[in-house]
Structures are given as structure tokens and as C-alpha cells.
């Protein structure tokens, strides 16, 4: 199981705040703490791991990305975007 810090989870809710400012979300801090913690298991779960570096790996060929390149390019993609539609 993957851990968020304190601090990531502090950032976690004030951004989750920020984004949700006048609604009407009556969540709790151990709520959103495990939401994004079930979220980042799943995103780290050996089968999504697996599935993305085969779908990288798919597409390169033949060229072959290392396991940090393709975290930089997962991590790029999903900032841009999530960023992008403002989720």
C-alpha cells in the first residue's frame, strides 16, 4: 500500500476545498484522506503499473523507455490532462 505524507494529504483537502468551494460536499479529513489513498493504491497497484508500461512499451516500439522516463511521461500526461478539463 502506497502512503501519502501528512503534507501531501493537507494539500490533498486544501485543493479539494479550493476546487469544491461553495458546494455542498459535507465530507470529513479521514473521508478525503482515504478517497485519495484508495486512489493513489490504485494507481500504484502492481496491474495498473503493468498495464501502463505495456501500453508505453506497445506504443515505442522498438524503442524501450526506462521505468523512470515512463513515470515522467505518465506524470506529464495526467497533469496535462487533468489540468486541461479541469477536474
Known amino acids: 500500500m502506497a502512503t501519502l505524507t ?3 494529504k493537507d494539500q490533498m483537502r486544501q485543493e479539494f476545498a479550493a476546487a469544491n468551494a461553495g458546494g455542498d460536499i459535507p465530507w470529513t479529513k479521514p473521508q478525503i484522506n482515504a478517497a485519495g489513498q484508495a486512489i493513489e493504491d490504485v494507481l500504484t497497484s502492481p496491474q495498473v503499473q503493468t498495464a ?3 501500453a508505453i512499451d506497445a506504443a515505442m516500439t522498438p524503442i524501450v523507455l526506462s521505468a ?3 513515470r515522467r511521461l505518465v506524470a506529464i500526461l495526467l497533469r496535462l490532462k487533468f489540468q486541461r478539463d479541469q477536474v
Open 52 to 54: 501502463i508500461s505495456n
Open 68 to 70: 523512470t522516463a515512463k
Open 6 to 8: 501528512n503534507p501531501e
